[in-house]
């Protein structure tokens, strides 16, 4: 694998959309974009995902020769400074030390995944077409309750650019697209590692879309059934289609990461991003926000860790472009023999955060109730969530602040009620030619880029979040952690 991949130049882009290139000669690309970081709502999994490739990428090839990240200015911060900011990351403080001048392979690309050729300069995109081989597409607007067209430009069309891009190359050895694993959740059945089709092909959807017919794009989009529960899903459909339908001449990857959670093993067990699913539903319970939640007890919640789901994308890969897997290979990434009930989770949660307390708590957390009636869950945050919080917003407002607990715990239920179809009801999911992975590559190579999930312990997997994610960082809080603890359990 080390000699196939050896003289690839990998791109990437990172600006919540990320892309990466090639390495020179059997060259490497991959592109890769994250959300959208103004939506308050977007959960940032797939940002970590795009961050640990690049990391192993820099790590585990060393004949890497370049890598390209396409990167936005975003807040008023250019691309250069946000290349400084993603090494900065605990992340890669092990690749700093053994390997630093690893990081002088990264070149930055301004550009934005939602634009025609990914919005790059005809400069850049000369020394991209020339270059890149394996584009690596991470990117994703993770919202709900954003609208239809906005979620559909994100989703759709910079899948399209990707492609388009990949159209352009010199030679394209193979495309990665992550998608997710809940992208057939309206279905009830197994969700299988294949393409489920739509009614209607996914380009008459792309040329409403480009034509502004707005209105169109919702009548065909409701007469797909069964219904879809929201447009992100909906939309990570129409892509995969989009896909089959425009990439028969090029080898294609689909991978289909679940809730993506902190990594497992590496050099920084325990790393994750603020905004993942698996942090904000600590920070949910540590801070005293979280006492009632929507959900089936008996579900399974579907995390991966971020190392798996990332070495996945490189085996995968890897393995259609040297002809063991064919094209469109579709691959579930899905903790398959490993139940992570809600009644287990919650209770593994609340003793994680006795344990290790985290920052700006503002209420002592001895339990949260796990329910599937809306009813109940009505009745239950009525005395657990606003009247605790309208008593809080009174005291803010007589020290003259503004009062927001009332106006977040609200904001909470509409989330809940969006991620109803995910947790109150069961989803099972084929993970063969996930399962099969761990043959595309060499006993010695499998172990570096593991992706088998023997051996993983969920008390190890949240043990190791109070090294590496950032929900433990005390520099967020004016408090000392025993000023905190005794303001919460006073």
């Known amino acids: 694998m080390d000699s196939c991949w050896r003289k690839r130049v990998v791109t990437l882009d990172e600006e919540e959309k990320i892309l990466r290139d090639k390495e020179l000669g059997e060259e490497f690309s991959n592109a890769n974009n994250d959300d959208e970081g103004g939506n308050i709502c977007q959960k940032r999994d797939h940002n970590i995902c795009s961050q640990v490739i690049l990391e192993i990428l820099l790590r585990c090839f060393p004949g890497i020769q370049a890598i390209y990240i396409l990167l936005r200015s975003k807040n008023g911060v250019g691309p250069q400074e946000r290349k400084k900011e993603i090494f900065s990351r605990p992340l890669f403080n092990e690749l700093k030390k053994i390997n630093p001048s690893a ?6 690309v301004a550009g934005d995944i939602a634009l025609p050729n990914m919005g790059i300069s005809e400069e850049d995109l000369l020394k991209v077409t020339e270059n890149v081989t394996i584009v690596f597409h991470c990117a994703a607007c993770i919202s709900f309750f954003r609208p239809l067209r906005f979620i559909f430009l994100q989703n759709v069309a910079g899948v399209n650019n990707a492609i388009e891009l990949c159209k352009k190359l010199k030679y394209c050895e193979v495309f990665v697209d992550t998608s997710t694993a809940y992208v057939n959740c309206n279905h009830d059945l197994i969700l299988e590692e294949r393409i489920y089709g739509i009614p209607y092909p996914a380009e008459r959807f792309m040329e409403y ?10 009548r065909i989009h409701s007469e797909i059934q069964p219904e879809f529960p929201n447009h992100y899903v909906f939309c990570k459909c129409i892509s995969e289609n989009l896909i089959r339908e425009k990439c028969s001449d090029i080898s294609t990857v689909i991978a289909r990461p679940a809730l993506i959670a902190a990594t497992w093993k590496g050099p920084l067990p325990g790393y994750a991003e603020e905004y993942s699913s698996l942090v904000q539903l600590i920070l949910a319970m540590g801070k005293g926000f979280l006492k009632v939640l929507l959900a089936k007890p008996d579900v399974n919640l579907e995390i991966i860790p971020a190392d798996i789901v990332a070495n996945a994308h490189i085996v995968a890969a890897y393995g259609v472009a040297n002809g063991r897997y064919s094209s469109p290979f579709v691959v579930n990434l899905v903790p398959y023999g490993l139940p992570i009930l809600f009644s287990n989770m919650v209770p593994m949660l609340i003793k994680l955060i006795h344990k290790y307390p985290v920052p700006n708590a503002f209420r002592y957390t001895n339990h949260v109730w796990i ?3 809306k009813l109940e869950k009505i009745f239950l945050s009525i005395f657990e969530h606003y009247i605790p919080a309208a008593g809080m917003d009174l005291m803010l407002i007589l020290q003259g602040k503004k009062p927001k607990i009332f106006s ?4 909470l239920d509409k989330i809940m009620e969006v ?5 109150t009801r069961r989803v099972e999911f084929a993970s063969e030619n996930f399962r099969d992975l761990r043959n595309a590559v ?4 499998a ?3 593991y992706t088998e999930l023997e051996g ?3 008390k190890e997997l949240l043990d190791n979040l109070n090294t590496g994610a950032p929900q433990y960082d005390w520099t967020k809080d004016k408090k000392t952690k025993d000023q905190r603890s005794k303001l919460i359990y006073r």
């Open 103 to 108: 990081l002088e392979k990264v070149h930055v």
């Open 209 to 218: 879309f480009e034509k502004g017919e707005d209105e169109a794009l919702e």
């Open 371 to 373: 329910v599937d009636s």
């Open 408 to 411: 977040l715990y609200r904001f």
């Open 419 to 423: 991620s109803a179809p995910f947790i």
């Open 442 to 445: 060499s006993p010695e190579k």
């Open 447 to 449: 172990e570096e880029l």
């Open 456 to 458: 993983l312990k969920l």
